[in-house]
């Protein structure tokens, strides 16, 4: 047990402390925070630690590190008991002994006409790319014989690279999930769309009044086109715009700045100096995929140049604010203020900026020395630094980040101006959903048309949707699951998955993409832009409704100016086209040059865009807009943030990076992958920083009832570090009540619990991102919340040991020390000689291995969802969760250092280090993890009987556990879909066996038959593992150790390379580059 | 006992009934038709595909067209229904064999499916075990032939396969795994 801690420190301050008295500290809503409580952690400041109970060293941590596995082995309480599963297995052997002993027969089904240039069994790759409020991800994807498997970004467009994110590592699993819609319904019972076209006829006729859609921002050639076309032929229509992710401020802090709409992209690359204004920039932005891949790429501190420096103000530990070298952990509606005293200082060092602004008085000495540096640095930095602000900021610091780059030179250096006027939505969405739903309550909407989204649940509670909503008469929703707004819709369509069916969209960039379908609707689902020509069609006496494959072609041909008549349009086009625009046979004879000459010069570039990813010339123009006047509002009473007079809570509504809007509640991976801050699964819970739980008193997993005009919700405590004083945070996007079975289905069966709880309920139309005067009172009760953070912990000799040595797993530095002592990392620990007990490998022609890099690594967790995608990886639910069994074969250690008011922050990838003298192998009784003759270690679940041995000999703790068969639900008719998902090129694994990460066993095997096949070697970067492969910032690289050129032989060279407890001589294949950051003499005291 | 429960005793001779009576002794033996002509994967992919009816009709839409043996074939023809051929050479699910990696060193198509030209219904010929397969990645010589000839079905060495085998081995660098990931993953 730990003696001196913070906590402890923090007890001792607060005896003196006025207060602290008896008072309850809620009941005037006001926050008792002294000054001088904030900890002093001068002899902590290099000590590291992953959760507050580590800090404090509680009971739970304590036997969390004595038990890797957890509670004892129980069954699932749903799960077999030892009667019913000897009834079982004595029906399975009696049917064993009737069958002989040989398995069953399997069938061979070949094609009856094959698909030119098919070849079973080999996965062929498709361009294509699915929009998400507006802005489109590239992606490529897998797909293995015709059936999609994985989702990955698209390696030629220039904002994936081909990385991708954490959705979109997941929106396989949404295509194939039992729970999506599976016909039309009208009024909740069975209907078909021609039933619904007949309703359409009667709908939507006259001009249109009393008709209105409402669809999510797009920015679909064809959508638009559609939406056009109706807009002609019923003029009185109202169309509202509306994301339950609201960029609002977005565009109109860009609308005051320069007058018109203009959509801005960060050139990171460029930018030495990064000040962020509460901006989750690299993990919750439409473009954060490519932001952290230029990110990183500033970020190397072996480049020769400078390393950026980045500054995060913000009130939520985000993963931008991880990543920052000097975070000040400030309230969300303080930011401005700070804002306002980084242009007043600017202002003092001579950078002339626009109008004026009103001062900004009454910051903490500690914010305005923190404004001062910044600015400094800043101004040191002009055309070389950036200042950007977060979408939940008022359209004010939107424009004063604009303001403050071109300002400084920044404009078309490090920040790019795009003009986006062909798809910019209406800048205040919010106010336009306002005045709908006010229609909608008065009755003088008497059809609405939803076209994909679910007001019902994210439009936030004070618009009070739900209730105009069933004022209306015809209520269409078109969704891919039965959700709140559906279920109570005259009308519900059931929408194709974007896997399957034609459209198109424009990235962040501009650049259009079509996006293929893969398979063939699974449910005879329509795209919205279908479901708008039968709309479309019913209007006129002999309208036709058209497919997506027509339709997005003629926005295709008027794009590119290639369409000259309409039979080019409805001609077939070639043997490997139907009629019905259905799938093309491998895109890849488009790329071919030898083209047959049957193609025309609109199918020529139609193949071509297909085949890249992108329509070529699509791409917003660059413009330079001037900054126009704006007026900036008085900072109301800048409230000093330690100081509890002013203080007043303030509670802000984050976006999850897996939720999003509540879109992805159903996805058991998202659900299941631990948020790289909160280590959370399962459930979001409400943030609260550790001093400010202190001062109210409350404890991780206590209920606590918020409270804030008029409106009120029930949810649990997390004690998070690095939470602003005086703010609390909730993410978006939980609390589901008709997502499905794994999100929560409160209707249809009670078992299925609802995950997290439903922020959208506390939102109003101007508070959508942050609200302050929340009133916190304590319920009592508490709710069981299912974090990873004291799962699989790296015991080294137990935990005094760990801090006696401090930051020894991961090592950090600064860019100081670096070139002071560039190995330094390998001087972190000292061990006598190593000498093996065992005889030492001797390894032939390769030798694999992989080299992280802490420097990029910004915790997104995409790789862990890419690696369950492609190794069948099983979800095991909330209740294994809460009972360490989770099976996820990377993990993302995420270590705190110093003030947990203002920790330091570090991220690990952990995963199996394919150790030379492995430890797992020698312990295994059966040979069933055997070294091989390439240095991996091999698992061989056939051969494993479960002892568990290895795992307990793994002192990285990567090794997993199948307690039960994860993947019998397959037997499950309704699951039979989900069989479509897995990867056939790993084994599903079954109960009782261990598992572990393979380096992507079958990625190496494969190319080495195909380089062997072609009688070349393999060149470096052929194989890149799943994780590798999602990483957006390059953090990941494996190769062959044996070729010193390679890339990973370069990386291990680097003298900040250093091998996790390396003082064990099991030799890690997978090695760490310390993370390096670079922070302002300035700012460190 | 454990013999009993050996695959050579379990599964060579393997014989299922096919929903066709094709006769490999007559395609190939007779006829003289490559492996390749029908499996066409062969050379590039884990898998060596069966071919789709289609292939058959090149010639059967012009040869034995009434043939009352081939009803089952047209009907998959025209009802676009694949036809359900039995699997004769199954591994279990957990063994990654690939085709190609085989075939283009020179291990021919008899090493393992023995004489298909002399087989009126195909019969699995050798055991598919773990140790058999690692008889031949511990000793590949005596297995190998030039790759040109792989589909040779009565292909008899040019010279002592002891001495063939080690030259080609050498000439293709052949070194075949016996690493457990090889096959298993």
């Known amino acids: 047990m730990k003696t001196v801690t913070i906590v402890a420190k923090a007890d001792e301050t607060t005896a003196d402390s006025p207060m602290t008295d008896d008072r309850s500290p809620m009941a005037d809503g006001q926050l008792p925070i002294a000054a001088n409580e904030a900890p002093k952690t001068d002899d902590r400041a290099n000590q590291f630690w992953r959760s507050m109970s580590e800090l404090e060293g509680t009971a739970e941590f304590d036997a969390a590190l004595a038990r890797e596995f957890g509670t004892d082995v129980g069954d699932k309480s749903s799960g077999v008991n030892r009667r019913h599963f000897v009834q079982i297995m004595g029906a399975s052997l009696a049917l064993a002994g009737a069958s002989g002993c040989r398995w069953d027969k399997d069938n061979i089904h070949s094609f009856t006409r094959s698909p030119q240039s098919h070849t079973p069994g080999k996965p062929k790759y498709f361009a294509s790319a699915y929009e998400t409020d507006g802005v489109a991800q590239p992606v490529m994807v897998t797909s293995y014989d015709y059936r999609p498997i994985k989702v990955d970004g698209n390696p030629k467009h220039p904002m994936s690279l081909g990385a991708s994110d954490i959705t979109t590592q997941g929106t396989i699993l949404e295509l194939y999930d039992p729970d999506r819609s599976k016909r039309v319904l009208a009024d909740g019972k069975e209907s078909s769309w021609d039933a619904f076209k007949a309703f359409a006829k009667q709908a939507f006729k006259g001009n249109g009044a009393g008709i209105a859609f409402l669809t999510g921002s797009t920015s679909s050639p064809s959508f638009l086109a559609a939406a056009a076309e109706l807009k002609q032929k019923l003029p009185q229509a109202t169309w509202v715009t509306f994301d339950g992710i609201s960029r609002d401020n977005v565009r109109q802090g860009a609308l005051a700045a320069f007058g018109k709409p203009v959509r801005t992209m960060l050139e990171l690359a460029n930018a030495r100096v990064i000040l962020s204004l509460d901006d989750d920039f690299l993990g919750a932005h439409p473009a954060h995929v490519k932001y952290s891949r230029d990110w990183a790429a500033a970020r190397r501190p072996e480049q020769g140049h400078d390393m950026s420096r980045m500054y995060v103000v913000e009130s939520r530990l985000s993963n931008t604010g991880g990543c920052a070298d000097h975070r000040l952990p400030l309230r969300s509606r303080d930011v401005k203020g700070f804002a306002l005293a980084v242009e007043q200082a600017l202002r003092q060092s001579g950078v002339s900026l626009e109008g004026t602004s009103p001062q900004a008085a009454g910051l903490d000495a500690d914010v305005t020395k923190f404004a001062q540096t910044v600015a400094r640095d800043l101004a040191a930095h002009k055309g070389a630094c950036v200042v950007t602000a977060g979408a939940g900021q008022p359209a004010e610091v939107h424009a004063i980040a604009h303001r403050m780059n071109v300002a400084l030179g920044n404009a078309g250096k490090t920040v790019s101006y795009l003009d986006h006027s062909d ?9 336009s959903l306002a005045r709908l739903i006010d229609s909608m309550g008065k009755g003088q909407v008497e059809t609405l048309v939803i076209l994909g989204g679910n007001p019902v649940y994210n439009a936030p509670g004070a618009l009070q949707f739900a209730q105009a909503y069933a004022k209306v008469k015809n209520r269409v929703h078109l969704s891919d699951a039965i959700d709140e707004t559906s279920k109570t819709a005259t009308w519900h369509l059931n929408a194709a998955h974007w896997l399957e069916t034609w459209g198109d969209s424009r990235a962040y960039d501009g650049t259009v993409i079509v996006q293929q379908p893969m398979i063939r609707p699974l449910y005879d689902g329509k795209s919205a832009i279908e479901v708008m020509s039968m709309i479309s069609a019913a209007t006129e006496e002999n309208g036709v409704a058209e497919n997506g494959y027509t339709l997005v072609r003629r926005a295709f041909g008027k794009l590119t100016g290639l369409a000259a008549d309409d039979k080019t349009l409805t001609t077939a086009l070639s043997d490997d086209y139907d009629s019905q625009g259905a799938i093309p046979e491998g895109s890849s004879a488009a790329a071919d040059a030898k083209l047959p000459v049957l193609f025309g010069s609109f199918d020529r570039a139609w193949r071509q865009s297909l085949f890249d990813g992108v329509v070529n010339g699509t791409s917003f123009s660059k413009i330079s807009p001037s900054i126009q006047q704006f007026s900036i509002s008085a900072v109301d009473a800048p409230a000093a943030r330690t100081q509890a007079a002013n203080g007043e809570l303030e509670l802000t509504f ?18 299941e992958t631990p948020d790289f801050m909160t280590k959370l699964t399962w459930d979001n819970a409400l943030l609260v920083g550790p001093a400010t739980a202190k001062a109210l008193s409350l404890e991780d997993e206590g209920m606590v009832k918020l409270s804030v005009n008029g409106r009120e919700l029930t949810v649990p405590v997390l004690v998070q570090p690095g939470q602003a004083m005086g703010s609390l945070a909730l993410a978006m996007g939980y609390g589901r009540t008709a997502a499905g079975r794994v999100g929560g289905w409160m209707e249809r069966e009670l078992d299925h619990t609802v995950a997290g709880f439903d922020a959208n309920v506390l939102r109003g139309t101007e508070t959508v991102a942050f609200v302050a005067g929340v009133k916190v009172a304590a319920t009592g009760e508490t709710f069981k919340l299912a974090t990873t953070v004291d799962h699989f912990l790296i015991d080294q000799g137990g935990i005094a040991e760990r801090e006696r040595r401090g930051g020894e797993i991961i090592r950090m530095g600064t860019v100081e020390e670096y070139t002071h002592e560039p190995d330094f990392a390998k001087h972190m620990v000292h061990h006598p000689p190593l000498e093996s ?35 069948n990886v099983p979800v095991v639910g909330k209740e294994q969760v809460l009972r360490n069994r989770e099976m996820h074969w990377i993990r993302i250690d995420r270590y705190f250092r110093g003030d947990p008011e203002n920790p330091q922050l570090g991220a690990q990838p952990m995963l199996c280090q394919q150790c030379e003298n492995a430890p797992c192998e020698q312990v295994c009784p059966v040979g069933a993890t055997i070294h091989s003759s390439e240095g991996l270690n091999d698992m061989v679940y056939n051969r494993c009987i479960g002892t568990r041995y290895c795992s307990n000999n793994c002192p990285y703790k990567v090794r997993r556990f199948n307690y ?53 070697p393999i060149k470096d970067g052929e194989i890149v593992p799943a994780c590798a492969q999602a990483c957006a910032t390059d953090a990941i690289v494996f190769g062959d150790l044996s070729d010193p050129s390679s890339r990973v032989s370069k990386l291990k060279k680097l003298p900040r390379n250093y091998d996790v407890l390396a003082e064990l001589n099991i030799k890690p294949r997978t090695s760490y580059l310390a993370k390096i950051t670079n922070p302002n003499g300035g700012l460190v005291s | 006992m454990t013999w009993g429960f050996s695959p050579k005793t379990t599964d060579v001779g393997f014989q299922p009934v096919q929903p066709i009576a094709y006769s490999h002794a007559l395609h190939v033996g007779k006829l003289g038709l490559d492996c390749r002509y029908c499996h066409t994967t062969v050379e590039r992919a884990a898998f060596a595909a069966v071919p789709p009816p289609e292939t058959c009709m090149n010639c059967h839409g012009m040869v034995k067209t009434k043939s009352a043996k081939l009803a089952a074939l047209r009907e998959s023809w025209a009802t676009d229904k694949p036809i359900d051929w039995v699997k004769v050479h199954d591994l279990p699910d957990y063994v990654y064999f690939n085709h190609s990696a085989h075939v283009t060193r020179g291990v021919g198509c008899v090493e393992c499916h023995g004489r298909i030209d002399k087989m009126e219904v195909v019969a699995q010929d050798q055991p598919l075990s773990m140790g058999w397969c690692l008889d031949c990645h511990r000793a590949p010589e005596s297995h190998l032939r030039p790759p040109e000839l792989v589909t040779k079905m009565d292909y008899v060495p040019a010279k002592p396969q002891a001495e063939l085998g080690a030259e080609l081995r050498k000439a293709h660098n052949i070194n075949p795994p016996t690493d457990c990931s090889t096959c298993h993953r």
């Open chain 1, 654 to 671: 984050y976006v999850d990076s897996r939720m999003g809007d509540g879109r992805h509640s159903n996805n058991a991976w998202l659900q």
């Open chain 1, 423 to 431: 798809v910019s939505q209406e800048p205040n969405q919010m106010m």
């Open chain 1, 837 to 871: 007990l065992f005889n030492e490998w001797e390894y032939g022609q390769r030798r694999w291995g992989m080299a992280i890099d802490l420097t990029s690594c910004t915790g997104c967790s995409a790789c862990v969802v890419a690696c369950t995608a492609e190794n």
């Open chain 1, 964 to 1016: 039960f068969n994860f993947h019998e639900d397959l037997k499950d008719g309704r699951n039979e879909v989900k069989k479509m998902m897995n990867n056939p090129e790993v084994t599903v694994r079954f109960r009782g066996v261990m598992e572990k990460c393979t380096y992507c066993v079958q990625r190496i095997q494969n190319t080495k038959i195909v380089a062997k096949n072609e009688k070349r």
